[in-house]
């Protein structure tokens, strides 16, 4: 329902100019000829530099909003000027009547509808005929932007806090026992398998639940990589879940994803709601001992990430096998004192889960309050 003082019309309407990476209007951009530049690639949520030689680069001239045409679709990026092009995403760039940022805000709410089946993209027409209601006093514009932000911030603080946090406890584990990969310390060596249960002990969901059972799913959308954290999970019947839902878990497991090590997609489990399953693209590393926290933080070290990533197999979906994490060989301190690490850490885990919690809730409020902007 559209509000007194607002105008609702088309993104093509109130934009100067919505374009793909390859087809940039000659009224927006530059052409300049650079050598050895590095042009932004997105792909997949990811961007990454690709390099290209010597030639006349377009590079637009005003601040835009880009999204994301393929991969993570409606991914949403406010860009400042000077700004090259990039592959899979469509830019656009709001007339004067709009602030930039509310722009931005506005469109990161935005549920594109995409099209294609086997590969799913967003085009520029289905981005130009999507419907768009604003404010159009620019002071009002204004005030939302100021409280959104005001949120936007608390959100960034709070996750530097948890990197910061993140960073003493990965430096504590190395101050203790050194590159375990390259076992630094001259610790007796094994595999990681030797410190968790047995795949056979985790018991398989087919074999335990009946099709009507009500079970919450753990997939990848459930980490926070950031905080290593289970975020939510997916309440759904057994018959009606992925084919993927087959590992039981509980409380104390710690998931790596096999896919993109790159990331660290890990996280320990932590839920009130029974019957957890995981999908089968995570590894699952039960402790065998209370020695979770020397587990976990092993599997976040830089050394065990750089291992996992030479045994990856696959050009655009680049993975690891299960074995490949727990056949890694590595020092193997004596288990007191990898106890005395998670009792030496035990501060910073809870100083950790009070950050999380709290950026949990700016994350839910920044939320809502987008929702009354823009959705109601």
Aim: with cysteine; hydrophobic share 40%.
């Amino acid at each position: 329902m559209k509000r007194d003082g607002w105008k609702e019309c088309t993104l093509g309407d109130i934009c100067k100019d919505i374009f793909a990476g390859g087809d940039v209007p000659k009224t927006v951009f530059s052409k300049e000829k650079t050598e050895n530049c590095c042009i932004p690639v997105f792909s997949n949520g990811v961007e990454n530099d690709g390099l290209y030689g010597y030639t006349d680069i377009p590079r637009v001239v005003e601040p835009c909003v880009t999204i994301s045409g393929r991969g993570t679709i409606g991914h949403t990026v406010l860009r400042s000027a000077p700004f090259f092009p990039i592959i899979r995403l469509i830019s656009a760039i709001p007339k004067d009547d709009v602030d930039i940022r509310y722009f931005f805000y506005a469109i990161s709410n935005t549920r594109f509808k995409s099209t294609g089946v086997t590969i799913p993209q967003l085009t520029v027409p289905a981005v130009k005929s999507y419907r768009f209601c604003y404010p159009v006093s620019k002071s009002e514009q204004q005030r939302i932007v100021d409280e959104l932000d005001l949120l936007s911030r608390v959100i960034e603080l709070k996750n530097a806090q948890l990197r910061t946090l993140d960073e003493l406890a990965q430096s504590i584990f190395y101050e203790m026992f050194g590159d375990l990969i390259a076992n630094e310390r001259n610790w007796n060596t094994g595999a990681l398998a030797s410190l968790v249960e047995d795949k056979r002990n985790i018991k398989r969901a087919a074999k335990h639940f009946l099709p009507n059972d009500v079970i919450h799913y753990i997939d990848i959308s459930s980490i926070d990589n950031v905080a290593h954290r289970m975020t939510s999970t997916t309440r759904i019947a057994f018959n009606e879940a992925p084919s993927r839902a087959q590992q039981i878990v509980k409380n104390g497991d710690i998931l790596v994803s096999m896919v993109r090590p790159n990331l660290q997609n890990v996280a320990s489990v932590y839920s009130q709601e029974g019957n957890l399953v995981a999908s089968s693209g995570f590894c699952v590393l039960r402790p065998l001992h209370s020695n979770g926290e020397f587990i976990m933080r092993l599997t976040l070290s830089d050394s065990f990430t750089e291992y996992l990533l030479t045994r990856t197999s696959g050009a655009n979906y680049p993975a690891v096998r299960e074995n490949d994490i727990k056949d890694c060989i590595l020092g193997i301190p004596p288990l007191e004192i990898q106890q005395a690490f998670s009792v030496k850490i035990k501060a910073i885990e809870a100083q950790r889960d009070l950050t999380y919690t709290s950026l949990r809730t700016a994350q839910d409020l920044l939320a809502s309050r987008m929702d009354k902007y823009f959705n109601e």
